[in-house]
């Protein structure tokens, strides 16, 4: 994501083998000499590579795609042929409607324990609406400007014919991405073109094919085999961290587990709304929100200048400017004061001062909202380090739009002082570029950690040394089973190739042509007992289903695919050798 937080509409492009790049600038579209899609040769063609639509509302929501588009000249049918593979990369953070505006929402997926058709979320005013739509039509809106570019280009080139990716945090659950997925497919993607991208690995890939003057901080080139560095993806909402290592082979492989929390730049601005709500009241504050949005949103827009420049040696009061009329019509109409009387009159009367349209905050009050931020991010980094020794990490990749953020650079490298800190030009792009190059090459990331212990739920005969006896249960032949165990899979930490399949038989009793369902659980635990202990829960259930009726029981080979960004799930019926029609739904 974008430090700037600016509402953030981005979309990128990548035509290939033949190559053809885009992006929104005068030179428009770029095509390639090169007949080959050559991973070496990407550095420089990568300055042509991405249509980055940032929706702007200082130019005008209105006249953001006419702006794009008056920049941007498509290649003709002609110079597309069957050799061409194309490649678009979704990012998204915002979205508008005449009634609604959703500010930052991918985040309500964030640690939710069950993501379902149901999920409600609202807007910034409290409205509610199902989650599934605002997601479906934000991802909609770039697909329908997409093809509506390429259509007025006279290109022909239809959704069927790209390859989607959509980007998502790497420390999002299954049902989170899965969500995600839905949501694109409704949007009217092809669900058989759609891959999911790994943020922080996406900003990994793209920085693979940077020059070394490109990554500030580094002297030395990160393609170099047997480097190994700890990836920090500070978008928006989320920070991701991860640690890579360069294989011989033009590969990366993951050497531990994604981890991260909700401390990104969104965390920074909440805190800056309750500087706000201690200073005027919640209330008031509220009231702008619905009677003026569009001040509400450009007291943010200002906070992100004041989130990019400010340093850790500044000492004179931080100027923002404000939306002063609005402020002061709120306060007259709900304190019954102006809003210089409300400001004198709160506890910061000493540290906070109006002159004009401006707000001057004394640099303290601004660290002390990056703070605790700030903290929990050389938190996370710190765990990785102290769980992963061995690794000998001397590198620090940052990435996502909040790492440029100068306060933030300053604090990890005064943490982490033996360590070499790289940050890339355009950082906040790096997610979406490196999708572009995920789409071409899926298998980039040759192994992944898992993050959960996968497994299904058994029974077995029961015995008194081992198992509890509130999983007792006694058949009616006397016969004494324990249910409810978990039969592990796959398990945490553990290091899995890309398209590892782990198969189990299952022994299915059933006489009709019903359904049968698999229950697949997820623990945080390395090794779980049961099913239902804390750590645990219902992943979601595989609905299998039988084009003939049988009498006797079936055996099922059932192959669980990890390894991808995403879990998969085929079944086979060993008797006929056929893979039976299944599918999988993530609670």
């Not at 509302?57 to 000249?73: E, F, I, Q, T, Y």
């Amino acid at each position: 994501m974008h430090f700037s937080g600016r509402h953030e509409h981005k979309n990128a492009i990548l035509f290939d083998k033949k190559t053809m790049y885009t992006r929104g600038t005068i030179e428009g579209w770029q095509k390639a000499k090169q007949t080959a899609f050559e991973p070496q040769n990407i550095t420089e063609r990568l300055k042509a590579v991405c249509f980055s639509q940032i929706s702007q509302p200082a130019h005008g929501l209105k006249n953001v795609s006419k702006r794009l588009d008056s920049v941007l000249s498509a290649p003709s049918k002609q110079e597309l042929d069957d050799d061409y593979i194309i490649v678009a990369a979704l990012d998204f953070g915002t979205a508008y409607s005449d009634y609604f505006f959703f500010r930052r929402f991918k985040m309500n997926l964030h640690n939710k324990k069950k993501i379902g058709n149901d999920l409600i979320i609202e807007d910034i005013v409290g409205k509610p609406m199902a989650a599934l739509d605002v997601f479906t039509l934000s991802i909609k809106a770039l697909v329908n400007h997409l093809m509506a570019l390429l259509e007025k280009q006279g290109t022909g080139v239809k959704a069927e014919e790209i390859r989607w990716v959509l980007t998502v945090p790497a420390i999002w659950t299954d049902s989170a991405k899965q969500f995600m997925r839905k949501g694109a497919v409704q949007a009217g993607v092809p669900e058989n073109k759609l891959f999911i991208a790994l943020e922080p690995e996406a900003a990994s890939i793209f920085c693979q094919y940077l020059p070394t003057e490109k990554l500030n901080g580094a002297d030395f080139k990160m393609a170099k085999p047997g480097t190994k560095y700890m990836v920090v993806d500070l978008g928006g909402g989320t920070a991701d961290i991860t640690v890579h290592e360069k294989v011989s082979n033009e590969n990366l492989k993951e050497l531990c587990s994604a981890t991260g929390n909700d401390c990104g730049g969104t965390s920074v601005d909440e805190r800056f709304f309750q500087m706000f709500v201690d200073m005027l009241g919640r209330p008031l504050m509220n009231a702008l929100k619905e009677e003026e949005p569009s001040s509400y949103l450009d007291l943010f827009r200002e906070f992100e200048t004041v989130k990019r420049v400010i340093e850790p040696g500044k000492t004179t009061k931080v100027n923002i400017n404000i939306p002063y009329a609005s402020l002061d019509k709120c306060c007259k109409n709900h304190l019954n004061k102006d809003l210089d009387s409300a400001v004198s009159a709160s506890k910061y009367a000493k540290k906070i001062t109006l002159k004009g349209d401006k707000i001057r905050i004394d640099p303290e009050i601004i660290k002390d909202i990056f703070k605790p931020t700030i903290e929990s991010i050389i938190s996370l980094m710190k765990e990785i380090f102290e769980r992963a020794p061995s690794f000998d990490v001397t590198q620090i990749l940052l990435v996502g739009g909040f790492s440029e953020c100068v306060l933030v650079q300053d604090a990890i490298k005064r943490a982490f002082p033996d360590k070499r800190i790289i940050n890339p030009d355009e950082a906040g792009l790096s997610v979406l570029k490196g999708a572009c190059l995920f789409g071409h090459k899926p298998d980039y990331i040759t192994s992944r950690v898992m993050r959960f212990t996968y497994g299904t739920g058994i029974s077995l005969p029961f015995d008194a040394k081992i198992h509890d006896m509130e999983h007792l249960v006694t058949e009616e032949d006397g016969e004494q089973f324990c249910d409810g165990l978990f039969d592990v899979i796959v398990r945490k930490n553990d290091t899995v190739d890309i398209g590892t399949a782990i198969e189990h038989n299952f022994t299915v009793d059933c006489n009709d042509q019903e359904p049968w369902e698999l229950s697949l659980y997820a623990s945080s635990n390395e090794k779980p007992m049961y099913v239902e202990e804390k750590g645990c829960s219902l992943l979601g259930s595989m609905q299998i289903s039988f084009s003939t009726a049988s009498d006797t029981e079936r055996e099922l080979k059932v192959a669980f695919l990890f390894g991808f960004t995403e879990l998969g799930v085929t079944a086979t019926d060993i008797l006929t050798g056929e893979t039976v029609s299944s599918t999988f739904n993530l609670n």
